[in-house]
């Protein structure tokens, strides 16, 4: 044991110094390109400045329309201009929610917390500031989606509670932590209460993985490896103990566990001189070679079917839009057929195996130990303690 684990195990009695108001601030309706939006009282009783002027309001409900020119925004009430400022903020009360509302939006978008909301460049730049918490159940509605097993959403709850932590500094430059889009990890809003989803993060409340030096991980998850899991240094360069290959036969069964794709002799051909510039020419016959075949029965990382040619799975997969590197190659009847396995880019935990271990019973510890390996599943409280100390 080194002196580091030593001082953890020593410092574990100590309890309670990580504060469960911990806040976020996100980006929300990121990179859209609208300028005006409606905000619509949903539930409690907010407060709302414009700038620092608190917006009197006779009837307990507001509908505000916000247009934004070039660096200020004009609020409209029931259609009379009621001000002029730079942010309208709608702080939140404990219940309240609200809708933010324009015709091209998909879906309802509700938030909790706190709305910020000012102009970029004539676009409508809105914040949502609220605590951690309550931010997780938007980003599980959003990652993982409604009816999965309860002990899944713990696992996904703890990983996407690390993830945040560990990129609170991703938009720094623009004032905020995370967007709301996959960029960063997709956020819903405002996501109901009493459900699964909520009991997910409620029951794992503060508690995220770190690896042996007490550092938060980067909780990597993919929808399906295919039967076996990737390297992170195979995609991302960087090689990190806990992301390593396992095999998984958990997710063997499930939709994206297999898929294939084929190619045109021709356009193959174009393709794989985009992928990489090691691909010259003379290695085209290659394709009319009777007996061309490349298969991975366990994950390789470099597609090595032409001599002297070493080209990165990762990168055939972005060019080919494949759904994962995890595939064998076989050149029939004039065309190139790609039998593949798995969805996504294969690192760390696997969702459609996390999902099936949940049903078949498997604790959220057992889980996310299964897929990250040499790491410690911490409350942080006991993070902060040791950071506290270091
Ligand atoms: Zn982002
Ligand atoms: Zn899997």
């Known amino acids: 044991m080194n002196l580091k684990q030593w001082l953890f195990l020593v410092c574990l009695p ?15 309706l990121y990179g859209n390109t609208i300028n005006e939006i409606n905000a619509i009282q949903h539930k409690g009783n907010p407060k709302i400045f414009f700038d620092s002027l608190l917006f009197f309001r006779i009837d307990s409900t507001f509908n505000l329309k916000i247009v934004a020119d070039l660096d200020s925004l004009t609020i409209f009430n029931n259609e009379s201009k009621i001000a002029r400022c730079k942010t309208v903020k709608i702080l939140e009360d404990p219940e309240s929610v609200t809708q933010l509302k324009h015709p ?21 730049f809105a914040l949502n500031i609220l605590p951690l918490e309550n931010y997780l159940p938007g980003v599980l509605e959003a990652e993982v989606g409604i009816n999965r097993p309860p002990e899944y959403y713990k696992v996904q ?9 560990s990129h609170l500094r991703r938009h720094e430059m623009e004032d905020f932590n995370l967007c709301d ?13 009493g459900t699964e989803l909520q009991k997910g993060v409620q029951k794992t409340e503060g508690i995220v993985v770190v690896d042996n030096d007490f550092m938060l991980i980067t909780a990597a998850f993919h929808a399906n490896c295919g039967g076996q899991t990737v390297n992170s240094e195979d995609v991302w360069n960087k090689k990190l103990d806990y992301l390593r290959s396992i095999k998984d036969t958990f997710c063997l069964h499930e939709k994206s566990a297999s898929w294939t794709k084929e190619f045109l002799d021709d356009s193959w051909i174009q393709k794989m001189h985009k992928v990489s510039k090691e691909y010259k020419h003379e290695n ?4 009319f070679v009777k007996d061309f075949f490349f298969t991975q029965a366990t994950r390789k990382k470099f597609y090595d079917v032409v001599p002297n040619c070493m080209i990165l799975l990762k990168d055939m997969r972005t060019t080919l839009e494949l759904k994962s590197t995890y595939f064998s190659a ?20 696997c969702q459609d195996g996390a999902i099936r271990m949940s049903k078949l019973n498997y604790s959220y510890k057992s889980i996310l130990h299964f897929y990250f390996q040499n790491v410690s599943i911490v409350h942080l409280d006991k993070l902060d303690f040791y950071k506290f100390n270091e």
């Open 104 to 124: 091209n939006f998909k879906n309802e978008k509700y938030y909790g917390g706190q709305l910020h909301i000012s102009s970029n460049s004539g676009f409508i």
């Open 181 to 193: 889009k996959e960029h960063c990890q997709a956020f819903k809003g405002f996501s109901k209460s």
């Open 157 to 165: 709850a703890i990983i996407c509670r690390t993830y945040t932590l």
């Open 330 to 349: 076989e050149n029939r009847y004039g065309k190139i057929i790609l039998h593949g396995r798995g969805f996504g880019h294969g690192v760390g935990l």
């Open 14 to 28: 100590i309890t309670q110094l990580w504060a469960s108001s911990t806040e976020v601030k996100i980006g929300v």
């Open 284 to 287: 085209d016959s290659i394709l």
